[in-house]
């Protein structure tokens, strides 16, 4: 999406209120959630749905 939008991760991060370390946390899907309000922020930003950005991974395998 951030591609789509031409938006660099820096850009993101200081419009959603996060450091840009948390959010390359959250890119690389090495967190175990995330608080819906910053989902929101972010899929406020990207003008986009959660499902755009969002992936279901089954981690009992």
Partial sequence: ???L???KSR???LEVGITEQNLSLLKSGKVK????????????VLECQ???????VDRTR
């Fill in 1 to 3: 999406m951030l591609a």
């Fill in 11 to 13: 850009e993101l991060a």
């Fill in 33 to 44: 959630g995330v608080r819906f309000e910053t989902l929101a922020k972010i899929c406020a």
């Fill in 5 to 7: 939008r031409k938006m």
């Fill in 50 to 56: 959660p499902g755009d950005i969002l992936e279901a």
